[in-house]
């Protein structure tokens, strides 16, 4: 997948993504059957938004007859790790420690997790294998 610099989404067009990063590709009708089902959301909001994100790079359309196909041009971790550094900018100075702090005060990190972050810090921030 293309990646991209910054990639900042808004709660719905997360869950619109989350469609297409499971399915690979789908139709406007597929994201709208299940948006729709979740969310109320009417298929031509749906083609809405699509044809949005397509305008700013993020999914790729193709067209089959007279329906509309589109995949993810961005994977969830790129547009995790640019929402998180957005995150991380505006209201932590980029400072990743005062991150962590915070979500250890507010209990958001339970004491078990804190030595899965301690593995992960050792191994430089890579997934365990």
């Not at 899965?116 to 997934?127: F, I, Q, Y």
Request: glycine share 10%; hydrophobic share 45%; aromatic share 4%.
């Amino acid at each position: 997948m293309a990646r991209t610099k910054d990639v900042s989404l808004s709660e719905l067009q997360i869950a619109l993504m989350r469609v297409l990063w499971r399915l690979g590709e789908a139709s406007t009708a597929d994201v709208a059957a299940e948006l729709g089902d979740a969310r109320g959301l009417k298929h031509t909001t749906v083609a809405t938004l699509l044809t949005r994100l397509e305008k700013r790079g993020v999914v790729a359309q193709r067209r089959d007859g007279r329906q509309l196909f589109y995949r993810a041009l961005v994977d969830e971790a790129d547009v995790r790790r640019s929402m998180v550094g957005d995150l991380l900018g505006a209201l932590f100075g980029g400072d990743a420690r005062q991150l962590v702090a915070h979500l250890v005060q507010e209990s958001e990190i339970a004491p078990g997790d804190l030595a899965k972050v301690r593995r992960r810090l050792a191994r430089g921030g890579r997934d365990e294998d």
